[in-house]
């Protein structure tokens, strides 16, 4: 079981990774996005390479107007270079072109900490998911200054943060892999979810088994579910057989009955 999720987890990365990795050298195509109250949902197209969708909150943009009917030109500045959109938004829908301006002075940066040879494409995905040398540099400062280019695109997607590996440490994960912390991110392991789980009673739970538990829907209130039907010993292998399998409080309670029914005469 282990290594069927540990699969699972490298097969979502390598295919986010490929799919990313298929837009070459990107310097201009289209875009279209959906206006949420606070974010923008946006979907860039590469010219003849593929599509990246991602939300941004509407605070990051600059001269942003996304009102029916509006002609707009606004920008998205990130460390890694500036994003430049024209465009028009109708019954609420946006889409028009952009073009992104490269920032020289941040390859120079990335260079000094240990990371060359960033293609365009590597480049542009780093200003997308706005990822700076100040972060890169703290990620260092915590021990995970050796990335591959493929992990460093990891932190910058799933939004690794040297808070999140922080806190992960104070929560008893202090020798997390690379891999491992991109994992946490990717299933929603979070400092608050151990302490729910370690509040159940399960008082050393494996990053594992904390996996496990987010992968197939293992939530405080199914723990508490399956103790109050009869299962009050119950370990995190049992609970997640039980959520694999459709196991649930409802399903105990109803052969419970079944069987007192076939007592009767």
Do not use: C
Not at 26 to 50: C, I, Y
Not at 68 to 78: I, N
Request: glycine share 10%; hydrophobic share 40%; charged share 25%.
């Amino acid at each position: 079981m282990t290594t069927q999720r540990t699969t699972y987890t490298l097969l979502i990365s390598a295919l986010l990774l490929w799919t990313f990795s298929a837009l070459a050298a990107p310097k201009s195509g289209t875009w279209t996005a959906t206006p949420r109250e606070d974010t923008l949902q946006m979907n860039f197209r590469v010219k003849e390479h593929g599509n990246m969708g991602l939300s941004i909150p509407r605070a990051s943009f600059q001269g942003l107007n996304t009102e029916d009917g509006a002609d707009t030109k606004f920008q998205l500045v990130r460390e890694a270079g500036t994003l430049r959109f024209e465009g028009r938004f109708a019954n609420g829908e946006g889409a028009g072109h952009y073009t992104f301006e490269p920032n020289a002075a941040y390859l120079e940066e990335m260079g000094k900490l240990g990371h060359t040879n960033i293609t365009p494409d590597e480049h542009f995905q780093l200003a997308i998911f706005d990822l700076g040398p100040a972060r890169v540099k703290a990620l260092a400062e915590l021990g995970y200054g050796k990335m591959s280019h493929d992990e460093l695109l990891q932190v910058a997607i799933f939004q690794l943060t040297p808070e999140h590996i922080r806190a992960m440490k104070a929560a008893g994960y202090d020798k997390l892999t690379m891999d491992e912390l991109v994992a946490t991110r990717i299933h929603d392991v979070t400092p608050k979810f151990v302490a729910e789980v370690k509040g159940l009673g399960f008082s050393n739970p494996s990053l594992e088994q904390l996996m496990s538990m987010r992968i197939h829907g293992v939530t405080p209130k199914f723990v508490q579910e399956m103790r109050e039907a009869g299962y009050p010993n119950v370990t995190i292998e049992q609970l997640v057989d039980m959520r694999i399998h459709g196991i649930d409080g409802n399903y105990i309670r109803s052969l419970s009955k079944n069987k007192g029914g076939g007592r009767k005469e």
